[in-house]
């Protein structure tokens, strides 16, 4: 029996099959274009099916976890060529391919912001929305972002990463870019959204944003400033209106949020980017014990019988 995805995971073949293929480059290109509007085509019912709000189920498999494994792995494939190539990352960019990593950024945002993590004043709710997102699905989606965003700033600018979720305006900022919102997300998995296991791949993730946002040491610092004092206007998923996007965590004295800030800024300037490990244990909630969450997970086997 083959596992749900495995569609989109044909689509993944076929691109890795391009990137390794020496035939005629115009033929290679026409291959990856149709391959890109396939996914767009899906994307939609992708999206509706991930952010889904039911809960994990107890009595069926839920097709969630490997179908989003199998959007991630192949948007993967679909980096990897752009980063590859840059007359096939030219060419697809006028068929959208810049929208589409943008969107799968956002449906990461909204997967996490499904994820009630209670506040100071009210607990977390007993049964938790969506999917769970303790398997490979999380590597898959980890690795896409750490990949995706070094494509370059525009696809941190799409539309798509702001609208995920209404937030109340700063008083010190008049525009807040889909970095900040991305960042806010990954302080709310490492508070306890993803399983701990996932802070080991914080280094490279920050490391690929502080790339992707221009290599500048104080505009980094600011973002993650930022990042740290987003709030919601209206509820959404298990983010209540008021509430901290980046987590109860971070709902901490100006102090807390500025040692935070200046220790990241440190790594920046120094390039020791495992000791983002260190610095986001430390912020956003210490080691969690007794959390629930398996252990780290291997990617899954799609292999299935010949009919």
């Known amino acids: 029996m083959a596992n749900a995805g495995l569609f989109v995971l044909l689509i993944r073949e076929c691109l890795n099959r391009i990137a390794k293929s020496m035939g005629q480059l115009e033929m290679r290109l026409i291959e990856c274009q149709r391959c890109l509007k396939c996914l767009q085509h899906c994307a939609p019912l992708v999206k509706q099916l991930l952010l889904h709000p039911s809960p994990e189920p107890s009595n069926h498999v839920d097709p969630r976890p490997t179908i989003a494994e199998a959007w991630y792995l192949t948007s993967c494939s679909l980096v990897s060529i752009c980063r590859s190539h840059d007359m096939f990352a030219a060419c697809l960019i006028n068929d959208g391919v810049d929208k589409f990593f943008g969107e799968s950024l956002a449906l990461f945002t909204a997967l996490i912001f499904l994820k009630d993590l209670g506040t100071k004043k009210d607990p977390s709710r007993s049964i938790q929305l969506g999917c769970s997102l303790d398997g490979p699905h999380t590597l898959a989606i980890q690795s896409f972002i750490s990949e995706s965003v070094l494509l ?67 505009g980094f610092a600011q973002t993650l400033r930022v990042s740290a004092k987003l709030t919601a206007s209206t509820s959404f998923g298990g983010v209540r209106s008021g509430e901290l996007l980046a987590g109860k965590y971070l709902d901490a004295s100006d102090s807390h949020i500025e040692s935070f800030v200046s220790q990241s800024k440190e790594v920046c300037i120094k390039g020791n980017w495992q000791k983002m490990k260190v610095i986001l244990k430390a912020t956003c909630g210490g080691k969690k014990k007794d959390s629930g969450f398996a252990l780290r997970p291997s990617f899954t086997t799609w292999d299935c019988n010949r009919l």
């Open 152 to 218: 370059g700033p525009s696809i941190l600018l799409d539309a798509s990463i702001a609208s995920i979720i209404q937030l109340n305006q700063l008083n010190d900022t008049n525009f807040v870019s889909g970095s900040a919102i991305l960042i806010a997300a990954l302080l709310r998995s490492f508070s306890g959204a993803l399983p701990p296991w996932t802070v080991e791949e914080a280094p490279e993730l920050f490391q690929s944003l502080y790339i992707a946002t221009g290599s500048s040491n104080a």
